[in-house]
């Protein structure tokens, strides 16, 4: 159920965001008087799964899901129409107008995912308003895996500042890290203030991993659920069962607890638990991955005091921008570390597997709403990339014949447009195929 909620969420909120690009391109092709043939969703390769006919313009659903289209008469698009393009330019065409008509049609697209990312940024800032975690409230440090340890954090460091500037939010640390190529980053251990040094390797590794650290909070373990085939359960442990202690050892933080029994996957413990206001002990074979097989209600918002901001609509207006601005420039900076040898983002590239894992296992409006503003402004972002089948390249072309005052010939943007398909269907193939291994690893 949780596969169908996280896919359903997906095709929503693309489905959404690629009639709204679309509908960009519609509307400055209706402004400028250029005839279009054509708005779907999806891809109709030889079939369409719906179509009707409205005035000039088929509408329809195709049945491959990787993206959508309008075609405009007299323009090299998707469709590769070469018999339109052999007849006489007439004066509905795309290729009769001006460049800078041209231009605009071609950024429209664009231009209305920017404008509904920040449309839907003011509605969540108005709606549900900013709630976050501030990095002076993670009162007990951090809790590190083994590529934070190999970069230097401790168990218990409570950060302080990235480059001696604080970080408000304690979730946009490890961006902060990424994007701004930090070299080091404060934290205080044991009462005092250590430096911890930052090179390239370092985030690669965190760009490869991203759960580089997390919050460290207080054992407590009740017993809520068991899992399937639970050794515990199997055991005698019951639902409201406290464990207390494993092999005799009493835990401070959760995260001793759980480095505790994985260091003992697959032997037998001993499990004190608490139940009725008597401990018992109980021995228990951990799985493979040492777990007991136990699920507890322990909840962030319980050990940590989060804060949250309320707009009203005229106040949201500016953050709502505010926030559409910096997402737009945190992802521009993230090109820099795709194309960098050292950093290799390349590797952690993701295709239709990552994308839709990024939506909650339950249905979330606010997180729906987020994640559908974020696409938005990734699908804007790589649609005005300069290459040949995507708008960026149009534009390019049309660009050139601004400066230039000479127009490319059909023959050559023909030519283009199939380099710039292959170049698209190896992103993403590649995308794809980089979900499959991580699936395997």
């Known amino acids: 159920m949780e596969i169908v909620v996280k896919v359903a969420q997906f095709l929503l909120s693309l489905s959404l965001l690629i009639v709204i690009h679309e509908l960009g391109h519609f509307i400055f092709a209706k402004i400028f008087k250029c005839r279009v043939e054509k708005f779907y969703l999806f891809f109709d390769a030889g079939f369409s799964l719906f179509k009707t006919k409205r005035g000039e313009t088929e509408y329809g659903i195709g049945w491959i899901p990787l993206g959508g289209y309008v075609k405009i008469s007299g323009m090299i698009d998707e469709s590769m129409d070469k018999e339109q393009m052999k007849q006489p330019p007439q004066p509905w065409e795309f290729r009769s107008k001006k460049a800078y008509q041209r231009l605009l049609i071609m950024v429209g697209g664009v231009l209305m995912n920017f404008l ?7 509605g969540i800032s108005y709606a549900w308003g900013k709630e976050y975690l501030p990095t002076e409230n993670v009162k007990y440090g951090i809790t590190v ?70 919050l460290r909070y207080p054992y407590e373990l009740k017993v809520v659920d068991f899992a399937a085939e639970s050794p515990a359960q199997k055991a005698g442990l019951k639902v409201g069962d406290e464990i207390v202690a494993i092999d005799g050892e009493r835990f401070e933080y959760y995260d001793q607890f759980a480095d505790y029994i994985k260091s003992k996957s697959a032997q037998e413990v001993l499990v004190t638990v608490l139940r009725e206001g ?17 699920s507890s209600d322990n909840t962030i918002s319980k050990y940590f005091e989060f804060a949250h901001l309320k707009y009203s609509f005229f106040e949201a207006i500016p953050a709502g921008i505010k926030r559409g601005w910096k997402t737009s420039g945190d992802y521009l900076k993230q090109f820099k570390l795709i194309f960098n040898r050292t950093t290799k983002g390349y590797e952690s590239l993701g295709g239709f597997i990552t994308i839709g894992s990024i939506f909650p296992g339950m249905w979330n409006w606010k997180v729906f709403w987020d994640m559908t503003a974020f696409l938005s402004i990734i699908l804007g972002i790589m649609n005005i990339l300069p290459i040949p089948a995507l708008d960026g390249g149009h534009v390019m072309f049309v660009l050139y014949e601004i400066i230039t005052g000479r127009k490319p010939s059909d023959k050559f ?23 499959v291994v991580r699936l395997f690893r």
Do not use: W
């Open 145 to 214: 895996n083994e590529t934070g340890r190999e970069i230097g954090f401790h168990n218990g460091d409570k950060i302080l500042s990235v480059e001696h500037e604080p970080v408000a939010d304690f979730f946009e640390i490890l961006t902060t890290i990424m994007l701004e190529k930090a070299e080091s980053v404060q934290v205080e251990r044991n009462g005092q203030v250590v430096d911890v040094m930052i090179n390239e390797e370092d985030i690669a590794k965190i760009m490869k991993t991203r759960g580089v650290f997390g």
């Open 413 to 435: 943007l023909e030519y283009a447009q199939y380099v710039g398909l292959v170049l698209l269907l190896f992103l993403v193939l590649y995308a794809n195929i980089n979900d």
């Open 116 to 122: 509904a990312a920040i449309i839907i940024y003011i």
């Open 278 to 294: 008597k401990e018992l002990n109980m021995t228990v074979p951990l799985t493979n991955e040492g777990m007991l097989g136990v």
